[in-house]
């Protein structure tokens, strides 16, 4: 109920003001470790193993915030990965609609379009957005725009962040890799 009774807002999403350069925090901590040690070779052994632990705590952080940075980029992602059908958008994110559109016309779709489903799309398309979630049937519908086309995703469970920009990431490969070398 509260969601139909809220206006719409379509807002674009932001890109991050810096992405994490973890080789550039090694290089830190390492020169930082290098300097301590000279340092603590002139100092008593209690104070140069409470230093080291606390250096290896701070490599092991770095450790796990490279871990989570290649959970958040999937194996296929770093392969270069590009899906060559709407079917394969569908497989991926477990989708019940996946539909093409150039401009206001549909291209191609494969799935169940929900009813009234088709009329939402064409009119919140001509939005001037690159990306829109809108909540719809009990359905989030996910609506991307590269160029002159768009994409149409229906799911059932809203996606986070990272899996909605995976699907941002594999449209535009798929535009230009396999959709405009066709034309």
Do not use: W
């Amino acid at each position: 109920m509260l969601v139909e009774s809220k206006p719409m807002e379509v807002k674009p999403l932001q890109k991050p003001d810096r992405v994490m350069d973890i080789e550039r925090l090694e290089k830190i901590i390492k020169g930082i470790e290098n300097e301590l040690i000279q340092i603590l070779k002139q100092t008593s052994a209690d104070t140069t193993d409470l230093l080291l632990s606390k250096v290896n705590e701070l490599k092991n952080y770095i450790d796990q915030l490279n871990r989570q940075c290649l959970e958040q980029n999937p194996p296929f992602t770093q392969m270069g990965y590009v899906p060559s059908s709407l079917s394969e958008f569908r497989e991926l994110f477990r989708a019940s609609f996946v539909g093409l559109m150039r401009g206001k016309e549909m291209l191609e779709y494969t799935g169940e379009a929900g009813a009234g489903d088709e009329e939402l799309i064409k009119s919140v398309i001509s939005y001037n957005a690159d990306f829109m979630v809108l909540y719809n049937n009990g359905k989030y519908m996910y609506i991307i725009k590269h160029g002159e086309y768009s994409l149409a995703l229906t799911v059932e469970e809203y996606l986070d962040s990272v899996s909605s920009g995976l699907v941002r990431l594999l449209f535009r490969r798929f535009i230009e890799e396999v959709l405009k070398p066709q034309s």
